[in-house]
C-alpha cells in the first residue's frame, strides 16, 4: 500500500499531534519509524518469496 503526499502529511500531522497531546515527543515519532521499516521489510520479504516462487516454476515447467 503506497500512500500519496497528502496522505502522509496527514499522518505526519496526526503524528505530531499526537506526541504533542501525550507529551512523547520523540518517541512516537521513533516508534512510528521502527513500524514503517518493519512493515516495509515484510513487504519486501514477500516480493522477493513470490518472485523465486515464481522462478522456480518457470525452471521446473518443460
Same mark, same amino acid.
Request: no cysteine.
Given at each position: 500500500?503506497?500512500?500519496?503526499?497528502?496522505?502522509?502529511? /496527514?499522518?505526519? /500531522?496526526? =503524528?505530531?499531534?499526537?506526541?504533542?497531546? +501525550?507529551?512523547?515527543?520523540?518517541?512516537?515519532?521513533?516508534?512510528?519509524?521502527? +513500524?514503517?521499516?518493519?512493515? =516495509?521489510?515484510?513487504?519486501?520479504?514477500?516480493?522477493?518469496?513470490?518472485?523465486?516462487?515464481?522462478?522456480?516454476?518457470?525452471?521446473?515447467?518443460?
Amino acid at each position: 500500500m503506497l500512500l500519496n503526499r497528502e496522505q502522509r502529511e /496527514q499522518l505526519r /500531522q496526526m =503524528g505530531r499531534w499526537l506526541d504533542g497531546k +501525550l507529551g512523547t515527543e520523540p518517541w512516537l515519532k521513533w516508534i512510528g519509524l521502527g +513500524l514503517g521499516l518493519a512493515a =516495509g521489510g515484510v513487504s519486501l520479504y514477500r516480493v522477493v518469496r513470490r518472485a523465486q516462487r515464481v522462478m522456480e516454476e518457470e525452471d521446473e515447467s518443460p
